[in-house]
T-cell receptor, first 110, second 111 residues
Framework: DGGITQSPKYLFRKEGQNVTLSCEQNLNHDAMYWYRQDPGQGLRLIYYSQIVNDFQKGDIAEGYSVSREKKESFPLTVTSAQKNPTAFYLC?????????FGQGTRLTVV | EDQVTQSPEALRLQEGESSSLNCSYTVSGLRGLFWYRQDPGKGPEFLFTLYSAGEEKEKERLKATLTKKESFLHITAPKPEDSATYLCAVQSDNYGQNFVFGPGTRLSVLP
């Protein structure tokens, strides 16, 4: 089945730690995105990539980093510089004008 | 700057009670308007894309319409399984392939 796979589903981070969220797609889509969702708020764009080896910052990129070494993969690292990382993280990919989402990773700082 | 607002923030309906959700947008050069359904703890599920004013799309009990300033998601005779958060998003000339999302409307359908 084609789709977008995010892992893990739940992730716990200690203060000062970096953690990496995985996003893999087998839809052959060029564009991939990372969004953050907080309760009662819309999705906010963290980073996006239109093509392999290229990515741009979104609206809230501070404290996050990404890589796009393969078309299928777009991992997101939440660094210790992100002061309030507890949120629901969503990865998406798109071709033309439709975006498809993974099932999300819920990150909690403990 | 592109903006998307949705109303109401939350809506409670009795099963069978039809209603509409609103998505208002301010963009420079609309490329597309999108509706998604999101269940708690899950990723958004694509419903519709609308490209130009006057366009309508239907799927089961849902019908989406588009004007030059807003979109409506009409829900006819809803069932409890229609309970979810409905998200609206736009693509525009300002942001190319990126999407700007509204905050969503949380719909509850009571049996």
């Amino acid at each position: 089945d084609g789709g977008i796979t995010q892992s893990p589903k739940y992730l716990f981070r200690k203060e000062g730690q970096n953690v990496t969220l995985s996003c893999e797609q087998n839809l052959n889509h060029d564009a991939m995105y990372w969004y953050r969702q907080d309760p009662g708020q819309g999705l906010r764009l963290i980073y996006y990539s239109q093509i392999v080896n290229d990515f741009q910052k979104g609206d809230i990129a501070e404290g996050y980093s990404v890589s796009r070494e393969k078309k299928e993969s777009f991992p997101l690292t939440v660094t210790s510089a992100q002061k309030n990382p507890t949120a629901f993280y969503l990865c998406a990919s798109s071709i033309a004008s439709e975006a498809f989402f993974g099932q999300g990773t819920r990150l909690t700082v403990v | 700057e592109d903006q998307v607002t949705q109303s109401p923030e939350a809506l409670r309906l009795q099963e069978g009670e039809s209603s509409s959700l609103n998505c208002s947008y301010t963009v420079s050069g609309l490329r597309g308007l999108f509706w998604y359904r999101q269940d708690p703890g899950k990723g958004p599920e694509f419903l519709f894309t609308l490209y130009s004013a006057g366009e309508e799309k239907e799927k089961e009990r849902l019908k989406a319409t588009l004007t030059k300033k807003e979109s409506f998601l009409h829900i006819t005779a809803p069932k409890p399984e229609d309970s979810a958060t409905y998200l609206c998003a736009v693509q525009s000339d300002n942001y190319g392939q990126n999407f700007v999302f509204g905050p969503g409307t949380r719909l509850s359908v009571l049996p």
